[in-house]
């Protein structure tokens, strides 16, 4: 499984990103597809999580700004970010889970930048 990321760059306090995130190979076994982050200095952390079936984890940071959204059938997976503060500069991972395989795949992230 290959996933990679696109959307990235550089945008101004307030404004708004959407992250995209393509999977491709044995796609068929990823059952929680997602979105980490990792700032400078810090530890990678959840942002969202989303189910084939649709079902939501946001983690508590994001506040309400951010929404994940899944396309089954393009193997794609987004991550809406408004009102973006500098705080949210990270590099942003997608993230894959298989259930059935007991795996977690990763892309090699997209850098965002949140500065004026």
């Known amino acids: 499984v290959r996933l990679v990321e696109s959307g990235g760059g550089l945008v101004q306090p307030g404004g708004s990103l959407r992250l995209s995130c393509a999977a491709s190979?044995?796609?068929?076994?990823?059952?929680?597809m997602g979105w980490f982050r990792q700032a400078p200095g810090k530890e990678r952390e959840l942002v969202a999580t989303?189910?084939?079936?649709?079902?939501?984890n946001y983690a508590d940071l994001p506040e309400g700004r951010f929404t994940i959204s899944r396309d089954n059938a393009k193997n794609t997976v987004w991550l809406q970010m408004n009102s973006l503060k500098p705080e949210d500069t990270a590099v942003y991972y997608c993230?894959?889970?298989?259930?059935?395989?007991?795996?977690?795949?990763w892309g090699k992230g997209t850098l965002v930048t949140v500065s004026s």
């Open positions: 993230y894959g889970r298989s259930f059935t395989y007991n795996m977690d795949y």
């Open positions: 190979g044995t796609i068929f076994v990823i059952d929680v």
């Open positions: 989303i189910t084939s079936e649709g079902n939501t």
